[in-house]
C-alpha cells in the first residue's frame, strides 16, 4: 500500500478510524497480526487487524460447506416401448420412484417402431399410467407430447433436492448409528445374587466358577488315595 492514512478497524471489529499507515503496520506488529486491505476503492481505504491464514481456512471452509449443500437440477431420462412387459414396466417405474425421491426430474421417453407409430394413445395411456402410479412422489411438469417417433413426458419431483439430500443424509446416519447399537460390547453373567453384566474383556478375565474348580481338583485327590 502506497497511502499516508487508512481507516483501520480492530481485531473485534471495533472502529479504531483514520490512522497513519506506520502506525497501522505498528499495532498489527504488536497484536501479532496481519493488516488486510478489505476496501481499497474506499477513500481512505480500509484496512482490518486479522490472522490472514486463519481467515483463508475459514473462508475455505465456509466455501467447501457451500458446495455440499449445493443443489444441482438433474434430469433423468427413462425409455420404454408402448407395449412393455409388465416386468419391465414395475422395474422401470421403480427407477423413476428412485429417481424423484432423491429430488430429480425424469424425462419419460416412449419410443415407437414401425407400425406402433400409428397408435400413439398407446404411449399416451402409459404416460398417463406411470403419472398416476408415482403421483405421490412427482407431478406432470411437462405433459406427453410427439417428438417424430418418441413421445416426451417430464416428471418433477414435490421434494426440493436440498430436501431430499437432507433426509438421505439423516437417513444414513441413523442407520450408522442402528449398526453401532448392534454390535455386541457386553455379554452377562448370572450368579445366585442376580444378574451382572460384565465388558467382554472383562468377561475373558473373569474367575471360574468354585464348582468348576472342584471337579477340576476331584482327580488329583482320587490319585493320592490310590
Do not use: W
Not at 400409428?118 to 408415482?134: H, I, T
Amino acid at each position: 500500500m502506497r497511502v499516508p492514512e487508512v481507516r483501520l478497524v480492530g481485531p473485534s471489529g471495533e472502529q479504531v478510524g483514520i490512522v497513519p499507515l506506520a502506525k497501522a503496520l505498528e499495532l498489527a506488529q504488536e497484536y501479532d497480526l496481519d493488516l488486510v486491505e478489505v476496501a481499497a476503492t474506499a477513500r481512505p481505504p480500509v484496512c482490518k487487524l486479522m490472522d490472514y491464514g486463519k481467515f483463508k481456512y475459514e473462508s475455505a471452509m465456509k466455501a467447501r460447506e457451500a458446495r455440499k449443500n449445493q443443489a444441482h437440477t438433474v434430469i433423468k431420462e427413462m425409455k420404454l416401448r408402448p407395449k412393455i412387459d409388465p416386468h419391465d414396466y414395475d422395474t422401470k417405474k421403480g427407477h423413476v420412484v428412485r429417481f424423484l425421491k432423491q429430488g430429480d426430474k425424469v424425462k419419460i421417453t416412449i419410443m415407437f417402431r414401425g407400425r406402433e407409430q400409428s397408435r400413439p394413445e398407446l404411449g399416451y395411456r402409459l404416460l398417463q399410467r406411470l403419472a398416476e402410479d408415482v403421483a405421490d412422489l412427482g407431478f406432470v411438469e411437462s405433459n406427453p407430447k410427439q417428438d417424430g417417433r418418441n413421445m416426451i413426458m417430464v416428471l418433477g419431483p414435490h421434494k426440493k433436492k436440498t430436501e431430499a439430500m437432507a433426509e438421505a443424509r439423516e437417513a444414513q446416519a441413523a442407520r450408522k448409528a442402528e449398526r453401532q447399537a448392534l454390535q455386541p460390547g457386553r455379554v452377562q453373567h448370572s450368579s445366585a445374587d442376580g444378574e451382572e453384566l460384565l465388558d467382554a474383556d472383562e468377561a475373558d478375565e473373569a474367575p471360574e466358577a468354585p464348582e468348576a474348580a472342584a471337579e477340576e481338583e476331584a482327580p488329583a485327590e482320587a490319585s493320592a488315595e490310590a
